[in-house]
């Protein structure tokens, strides 16, 4: 299993740009999470997903919208891209309950809006 | 609501000797999970260690393990024989059974294991 995967690894984008992160994990998972981490701090939930067609908002959605038409998928999608995004997004999946319950998380994604 | 709180922003250890990290959680549950996540230099978040609240044994994995106080709501984390490579921030998380699907972390202790 190749567990979770994010593309790109790095990018970095213009002010009013947008960009699709990709995640994929072939874990058969049915929640999915995305998170930012800015410099020095934790974890901030962006959005999550409880199986295929369903997504609910974190803590900071604004900015950002998601889609989860396959169980394998999910990508967060940035709209006109401020310099306010400039983060290190993960996305995570996890099994539920059980003695093997956790997020797993994939490699990250270092973006920079300038 | 619930919380975690990691009071230790930074800890450093000499190489060999063994560190204990601080948790401390806030829920009306009674059914739910702690973890402990590392993340190195890499930015990977790597599972170091997973406490199921009802097993009232501590978790261990080779040279982490926890002392998980139910009644004080206080999950710490020991490495013992720290090497170089445990160099990282380590998170503190929760999530309940009760349905809620998200995970509650805390934010972060910076651990410098020193030469």
């Known amino acids: 299993n190749a567990g979770v995967t994010q593309t790109p690894k790095f990018r970095i984008l213009k002010i009013g740009q947008s960009m699709t992160l990709q995640c994929t994990q072939d874990m058969n998972h049915n929640y999915m999470y995305w998170y930012r981490q800015d410099p020095g701090m934790g974890l901030k939930l962006i959005y999550y997903?409880?199986?295929?067609?369903?997504?609910d908002k974190g803590e900071v959605p604004n900015g950002y919208n998601v889609s989860r038409s396959t169980t394998e998928d999910f990508p967060l999608r940035l709209e006109l891209a401020a310099p306010s995004q400039t983060s290190v997004y993960f996305c995570?999946?996890?099994?539920?309950?059980?003695?093997?319950?956790?997020?797993?998380f994939g490699p990250g994604t270092r973006l920079t809006v300038l | 609501a619930q919380t975690v709180t990691q009071s230790q922003p930074e800890m450093s250890v000499q190489e060999a000797e063994t560190v204990t990290l601080s948790c401390t959680y806030d829920t009306s549950e009674n059914n739910y999970y702690l973890f402990w996540y590392k993340q190195p230099p890499s930015r990977q978040m790597i599972l170091v260690i997973r406490q199921e609240a009802y097993k009232q044994q501590n978790a261990t994995e080779n040279r982490f393990s926890v002392n998980f106080q139910k009644a004080a709501k206080s999950f710490s984390l020991k490495i013992s024989d720290s090497q170089l490579g445990d160099t990282a921030m380590y998170f503190c998380a929760f999530v309940d059974t009760s349905g809620t699907y998200k995970y509650i972390f805390g934010t972060g202790t910076r651990l410098k294991v020193l030469a």
């Open positions: 997903s409880v199986g295929a067609g369903i997504t």
């Open positions: 995570a999946s996890r099994i539920n309950g059980g003695a093997r319950e956790a997020q797993y």
